[in-house]
């Protein structure tokens, strides 16, 4: 048997393992037509479709990404960046820097939120019950303490003066720290390096740059 | 505005190449291959399809040393809704309001 051949039956297998339980003969039956190919390169491709196909009626089932909040959540992060960029830009504005933390910290903690609920959602099945996973996935009493720790960090900020060290990187560090299931680590930094590198982009082209009072 | 159900281009051409052969019972290989359609969108329409029971589905026996194969044709509900995308497109196709595929 080929790698590829083999490859895909693994493919096959993960989507089996994905497709919802109320699917278990979808999977059976995308299997079934995978055992029907000659070709290793066609068998391949097929499994890729069925693991998309899989994961597709797995997060269907999920019913938590719900866009509007998702929406909400990065019109926060968004707005939050613009006026972080302002703020770069003039001191005048600096008044509104602990805002624009709450902001961006409340949007990203939402988005954080909801993501940490459709992983425990996705990863619920019959004997693993929802609100069990989700204890295992996720330190819920840190999210109500989220707004919280922004307005902490703002003012931290503001005092030290030192708007492009990146201070609220520490409370990201932290969190991912505490979280106790080291995979979901992956989720939040694949989540704040691209927050973090739009924050540099607007801290390079938000010119003059102005320092922060002491 | 949500979108209707069952009209996306892929729907279409599932449940038009189902009526090529109403009664036949057909594979999910071979309607891949007859829509161009891969496996990670196909399926999820055949679910949808059958869930709305549009779609008729069965476990066949295959050849010694194979699993048995799921095959799917359309129920009569399946079949009167590809009739009607197929009516509707025959409209498009014929400008002018005569219904294309009808006796004049």
């Known amino acids: 048997m080929t790698i590829a051949r083999r490859f895909a039956e693994r493919l096959i297998d993960h989507a089996a393992a994905v497709m919802p339980e109320r699917l278990s003969e979808w999977a059976e039956a995308m299997r079934a037509e995978f055992d029907t ?14 693991v998309w196909a899989s994961y597709r009626e797995r997060i269907e089932l999920m019913q938590i990404f ?52 459709a992983i425990a959602r996705f990863w619920t099945a ?37 708007p492009h060290v ?23 930094v694949a989540i ?23 | 505005m949500a979108p209707k159900p069952n009209q996306s281009l892929q729907t279409r051409a599932v449940l038009s190449a189902l009526l090529e052969k109403p009664l036949s019972w057909r594979h999910g290989y071979d309607l891949s291959k007859a829509t161009g359609l891969k ?3 196909l399926y999820p329409l055949l679910i949808r399809l059958s869930d709305q029971g549009l779609l ?15 095959a799917y044709r359309l129920t009569a509900s399946g079949k009167a809704l590809a009739l009607s995308f197929d009516a ?9 309001g005569k219904l294309a595929g009808k006796p004049a």
């Open chain 1, 166 to 188: 990146h201070v609220d990187f520490i409370g990201f560090m932290l969190r991912i720290l505490i979280d106790r299931a080291g995979y979901f680590s992956f989720y939040f």
């Open chain 1, 37 to 50: 190919m000659p070709e290793d390169r066609e068998a391949l491709a097929w499994a890729v479709g069925c």
């Open chain 1, 192 to 214: 704040f390096v691209p927050l973090l590198l739009c924050e540099l982009i607007i801290a390079s082209v938000s010119k003059p740059r102005s320092r922060l009072p002491a």
């Open chain 1, 126 to 162: 019959p004997g693993k019950p929802f609100l069990k996973t989700l204890l295992r996935t996720t330190v819920l009493w840190l999210w109500p303490v989220g707004w919280e720790v922004s307005i902490f960090v703002g003012a931290w900020k503001a005092t030290l003066g030192y």
């Open chain 2, 56 to 70: 008729d589905s069965k476990w066949e026996e295959a050849e010694p040393g194979r699993p048995p194969r799921h």
């Open chain 2, 39 to 41: 496996s990670g969108t």
């Open chain 2, 88 to 96: 509707e497109k025959g409209t498009r196709a014929a400008p002018g």
């Open chain 1, 66 to 117: 719900s866009k509007s909040l998702l929406r909400a959540a990065a019109g926060f992060v968004a707005l939050a960046a613009s006026i972080h960029g302002l703020i770069w830009w003039s001191p005048r504005y600096v008044g509104l820097l602990v805002p624009a933390l709450s902001l961006f910290y409340g949007g990203v903690f939402a988005t954080l939120w909801l993501v940490e609920l």
